[in-house]
């Protein structure tokens, strides 16, 4: 049985002037990415920076409720990602305080669309990141309209 649950985001952190100094440096990492996030042959670059800006402004240590860090990961996500490791019996598990790490939340991120994404759909991957695997699109909207006007 399959857990087919993607952690729903909210928007927090803001862009305020006392996050500047934080946004620079998330986003001198965000640009630094390892190669292992390109191995797909996809490049969700331009994806999860944008996303990044909408959930947390590029604040790693934005939260919102449970969501947590620049991509605002839920305790659900991280579940749904060790689930997704064990099945392919990887070793690597994901810890709640890695939600905080800017490129651990980008693994997960590309773990979450290798699994319930294979097909690479960027409107797929922004509409569920916010609501879920069984997003509605009519609720959703805003959140890919925002989404797609950061991307570069």
């Avoid at 919102?64 to 099945?87: A, H, R, W």
């Avoid at 693994?107 to 916010?130: D, G, T």
């Avoid at 069984?134 to 006007?149: D, E, Q």
Wanted: net charge positive; charged share 25%; glycine share 6%.
């Amino acid at each position: 049985m399959a857990l087919t649950l993607i952690g729903m985001t909210a928007p927090a952190g803001g862009n305020s002037k006392s996050n500047a100094a934080l946004t620079s440096k998330a986003n001198l990492k965000m640009n630094s990415a390892p190669k292992s996030m390109k191995t797909s042959g996809f490049n969700w670059d331009p994806v999860m920076d944008a996303i990044i800006q909408v959930e947390s402004g590029g604040n790693p240590n934005a939260k919102s409720g449970n969501s947590i860090g620049v991509m605002q990961i839920t305790p659900i996500l991280v579940k749904d990602c060790n689930i997704i490791l064990e099945k392919r019996k990887s070793k690597k598990r994901y810890t709640m305080a890695d939600r905080y790490s800017v490129e651990k939340s980008k693994e997960m991120f590309l773990l979450i669309q290798s699994y319930h994404n294979p097909e690479n759909n960027v409107e797929k991957a922004i509409r569920a990141w916010n609501g879920g695997p069984k997003y509605s699109v009519r609720a959703t909207n805003r959140y890919y309209k925002k989404v797609m006007s950061k991307m570069k």
